[in-house]
C-alpha cells in the first residue's frame, strides 16, 4: 500500500507517513457521507450550529497543538498558523450565526397564491484542497457546505495529511454525526474515479490552474458542479501620493506571509514613475532585514517554502526572469543548509512578456514594475492571466475606489492587503476560477435554489 509522506520543510526531516486508501475504500466513504446526507439534511440551523460552535470551541481550545502541526508539515511561521486557527473558529461562529437567516426563504410576488425561492442542500460535494492553509482551507469550504445541510469528503495534499486527519477528529470532537465529513488519503491520479461516483454532485478546489482545469474538465463530463479558486499574480498600484512607510509596510508583509505562499498574496507592485526609486529603494531595506528562520522562533518574520520542488520551480523562475532582463535587486540565491529556505527576493525593470510578470510566483519573491502615470498603471495590472486580488495604495480614498473598480479582479482592497473574510464574497475571474467561497454568495453554491408555486 503506498503512503503519503510528511516532512519538515525547515529539516528536511521525514515527520511520519500515512496509509493511502483504495479507490474502493474510499467509495465506501463515500456511500456512507450519502448515508450520512439523507439525515444530516433533516437538521434544523439551529442544530447544525450548535455543532459549529462545539467546533469552534475545539479549535481554540487545541490551537496550539494544531498550530505547531501546521509549522511542522508545510512550514508557515507558529505565530501565523495560530491565526489561522483563529481565523476557523470564526467562521464556525459566523455561519452559526447567520447561516439560518442566509438561506431563508424569499417569498416572490406573482400571481399565484404563494411563490417563493427556498434553497436546499445537494449531497456529498467533494473538497480538493491544497497544502498552504492546511486548516483554513478546508474550514472555508465544509463550514457553509455542511450549514447548508450538505455532507462533505476531502481530498486534502499529500503533505499535509496530519492537519487532514486533524480536522476530521476536531468534527469527532465537536460531535458531528459519522460521515458527515471524512478525509480521503488518495493520491492525485485516483480523483477522476472519485468525482465520476454517483453521490459526488459537486466538486471545491483551491490549487493552480492546471489542477483546477484538470478538476473541471473531470467534474464537467459528468456534469457535476465546480467552484474553483485558483492561483493569483495580484496587482498593487502604488500612487505618486502614497505614504512609502506605509506602502512598503504592506509591501513587504505582503510578500513575506505564509513564507510567500498564498495565492491572494500582493505579488506585482506597479509603482508610478515620481516614487519608484524611492519606493525600490526603501522596499529593499525592509526586506532585506526581514528574518528569514526556524519558523518556531517568535522572532522569524517567514519560513521555508513547503517542499524542496517548490523552492527549485521559484528559483528557475527567477533565473528565467533575469535571464529575460529583469533585475535582480536583492536575494535570488538558494541559501546553504537544510530545509527548503529562500530568502526575500526583489526582480525589477519587468515588463509584459517576463516570467515574473506574466507568471505567479509562489514563495517571497517581489516583481517591482514602473508604470509613467495612472492609465499605464491600470493597464499594467489587469495585463494578467490571472484575477484572484488586487489592490491600490494612495492617500486619496476617492480615487483609490474608482481605479479598484476598474481593476479586474475578485476582490480589491484600497490602502490594505487582500484578505478573505466570511462577511464577503471571495474568488476570481479569468484563470483565477469561478464561482465564490464565504458570505451568503459562497454558501448558496451548494444548494438547489429551487422556485416554488402555489396556484
Same mark, same amino acid.
Request: glycine share 10%; net charge negative.
Given at each position: 500500500m503506498s503512503k503519503s509522506v510528511s516532512i519538515n520543510p525547515a529539516t528536511g526531516e521525514t515527520i511520519a507517513s500515512y496509509d493511502r486508501i483504495s479507490i474502493q475504500e474510499a467509495i465506501s466513504k463515500i456511500e456512507k457521507a450519502q448515508v450520512a446526507f439523507k439525515k444530516w439534511k433533516t437538521t434544523t440551523y439551529a442544530e447544525r450550529a450548535k455543532l459549529f460552535y462545539k467546533l469552534a470551541d475545539v479549535f481554540e481550545e487545541n490551537k496550539e497543538d494544531y498550530a505547531q502541526l501546521a509549522t511542522s508539515e508545510m512550514g508557515k511561521t507558529t505565530d501565523q498558523a495560530k491565526k489561522e486557527v483563529e481565523k476557523c473558529a470564526w467562521i464556525c461562529r459566523y455561519y452559526a450565526e447567520h447561516s439560518a437567516n442566509l438561506l431563508k426563504d424569499v417569498l416572490v410576488d406573482t400571481e399565484a397564491s404563494k411563490s417563493y425561492v427556498t434553497y436546499q442542500p445537494l449531497g456529498v460535494i467533494l473538497a480538493v484542497m491544497?497544502?498552504?492553509?492546511?486548516?483554513?482551507?478546508?474550514?472555508?469550504?465544509?463550514?457553509?457546505?455542511?450549514?447548508?445541510?450538505?455532507?462533505?469528503?476531502?481530498?486534502?495534499?499529500?503533505?499535509?495529511?496530519?492537519?487532514?486527519?486533524?480536522?476530521?477528529?476536531?468534527?469527532?470532537?465537536?460531535?458531528?454525526?459519522?460521515?458527515?465529513?471524512?478525509n480521503l488519503n488518495l493520491p492525485s491520479d485516483a480523483m477522476e474515479s472519485v468525482i465520476a461516483h454517483e453521490h459526488i454532485v459537486a466538486v471545491t478546489l483551491t490549487g493552480s490552474a492546471p489542477a483546477g482545469k484538470s478538476v473541471a474538465s473531470i467534474a464537467g463530463k459528468h456534469l457535476k458542479k465546480t467552484? %474553483?479558486?485558483?492561483?493569483?499574480?495580484?496587482?498593487?498600484?502604488?500612487?505618486?501620493?502614497?505614504?512609502?512607510?506605509?506602502?512598503?509596510?504592506?509591501?513587504?508583509?505582503?510578500?513575506?506571509?505564509?513564507?510567500?505562499?498564498?495565492?491572494?498574496?500582493?505579488?506585482?507592485?506597479?509603482?508610478?514613475?515620481?516614487?519608484?526609486?524611492?519606493? %525600490?529603494?526603501?522596499?529593499?531595506?525592509?526586506?532585506?532585514?526581514?528574518?528569514?528562520?526556524?519558523?518556531?522562533?517568535?522572532?522569524?518574520?517567514?519560513?521555508?517554502?513547503?517542499? %524542496?520542488?517548490?523552492?527549485?520551480?521559484?528559483?528557475?523562475?527567477?533565473?528565467?526572469?533575469?535571464?529575460?532582463?529583469?533585475?535582480?535587486?536583492?536575494?535570488?540565491?538558494?541559501?546553504?543548509?537544510?530545509?527548503?529556505?529562500?530568502?526575500?527576493?526583489?526582480?525589477?525593470? %519587468?515588463?509584459?512578456?517576463?516570467?515574473?510578470?506574466?507568471?505567479?510566483?509562489?514563495?517571497?519573491?517581489?516583481?517591482?514594475?514602473?508604470?509613467?502615470?495612472?492609465?499605464?498603471?491600470?493597464?499594467?495590472?489587469n495585463n494578467s492571466k490571472f484575477g484572484l486580488g488586487a489592490g491600490v495604495i494612495t492617500s486619496n480614498k476617492e480615487k483609490g475606489e474608482a481605479l479598484a473598480l476598474q481593476l479586474e479582479a475578485g476582490n480589491c482592497f484600497v490602502n490594505k492587503l487582500v484578505a478573505s473574510d466570511p462577511r464577503l464574497p471571495f474568488g476570481g475571474v479569468k484563470e483565477s476560477g469561478y464561482g465564490r467561497e464565504l458570505s451568503g454568495y459562497g454558501i448558496k453554491e451548494f444548494v438547489n435554489t429551487k422556485s416554488v408555486w402555489i396556484d
Open positions: 491544497p497544502w498552504n492553509f492546511p486548516f483554513y482551507q478546508v474550514i472555508r469550504f465544509a463550514v457553509p457546505a455542511l450549514m447548508a445541510g450538505n455532507t462533505g469528503v476531502l481530498k486534502h495534499a499529500s503533505n499535509v495529511q496530519g492537519c487532514a486527519m486533524a480536522l476530521e477528529d476536531a468534527m469527532r470532537k465537536a460531535g458531528f454525526p459519522e460521515g458527515v465529513f471524512m467552484v %474553483l479558486e485558483l492561483g493569483g499574480s495580484d496587482a498593487y498600484i502604488i500612487m505618486a501620493d502614497a505614504d512609502l512607510e506605509m506602502a512598503t509596510d504592506l509591501a513587504t508583509q505582503g510578500r513575506l506571509q505564509n513564507n510567500g505562499q498564498t495565492c491572494i498574496a500582493a505579488k506585482r507592485f506597479i509603482v508610478l514613475d515620481a516614487i519608484y526609486d524611492d519606493f %525600490l529603494k526603501l522596499f529593499t531595506e525592509k526586506m532585506k532585514r526581514a528574518k528569514m528562520g526556524d519558523p518556531t522562533h517568535k522572532d522569524t518574520l517567514y519560513g521555508p517554502l513547503a517542499r %524542496l520542488d517548490l523552492r527549485e520551480e521559484l528559483h528557475q523562475q527567477v533565473e528565467k526572469t533575469i535571464a529575460q532582463g529583469g533585475t535582480l535587486v536583492l536575494g535570488g540565491k538558494i541559501p546553504e543548509g537544510k530545509g527548503a529556505y529562500y530568502p526575500a527576493t526583489i526582480l525589477a525593470d %519587468l515588463k509584459p512578456g517576463m516570467e515574473a510578470f506574466d507568471e505567479e510566483l509562489f514563495g517571497p519573491v517581489a516583481s517591482v514594475i514602473r508604470a509613467t502615470n495612472d492609465t499605464e498603471a491600470m493597464a499594467l495590472a
